[in-house]
């Protein structure tokens, strides 16, 4: 197990994909680590791998369910509070993606459920063991600010919890609260958006890791604005 030292990140969908790649560098640099994921199989495989490294808490559940969000909660008072919360977990919706005149509006629903209102319900519920010099990261999308056919339910999802984000950025102008876009990656997101195609031309999720780990200062350099970034295009300190 690494060395440890007094850093909590509360991760959500961390059982792949981006969630498990960030969640990966953070515990080789002795962060400790509460994760969560719909899927209780996929998590605890995670769980096990990431508890050679690091304390780790995993709790499978849908964030947009209250009680979940509420163990959540508990997790963060009993690990003393967290220095980043990484709003990850979302829901892509139909695959294929259908057109928005045939989007199914109880899926849509689920959608925001899960990319926007979610995320701020989350922060409301850890915001009072959030230390002080806490980092708050929403993932989003560059699908939040193009227009892509096809992508309606998703993107305008996005979109939505790109401007929250800001808002709440000129609200707690104390805070460091960023909105990233980690760029096309090789997930199984992507791949059940592109039913039936070959996306392995896509980076991997760790191609973003570097920037997100430059957002969350483990460097221990001082924090960047807030604002939104793309986490590729972030500086990134040699280490």
Known sequence: MAN???HTALITGASRGLGLALARALAGRGWRLIVDARGTAALETARAELAQRTRVAAIA???TDPSHREALGSAVKAAGGIDALVNNASLLGPSPQPA???????????????????PLALLQVV????????RIVNVTSDAGVEAYAGWGGYGSSKAALEHLTAILAAENPDRHIYW??????NT?????AYPGEDVSDRALPDAAVPGLLAL?????????PSGRYAAREIEVAHE
């Open 127 to 134: 915001m009072g063991n959030l230390k002080p010099d806490a």
């Open 216 to 224: 969350l200062g483990v460097d221990g350099s001082p924090p960047l």
């Open 100 to 118: 928005l005149l045939e989007y199914p509006i109880g899926t849509l629903a689920q959608v925001y459920a899960t990319n926007v209102i979610a």
């Open 61 to 63: 559940g849908d964030i």
């Open 4 to 6: 440890e030292i007094n």
């Open 180 to 185: 990233v876009d980690p760029g096309d990656m």
């Open 188 to 192: 199984h997101m992507l791949q059940e």
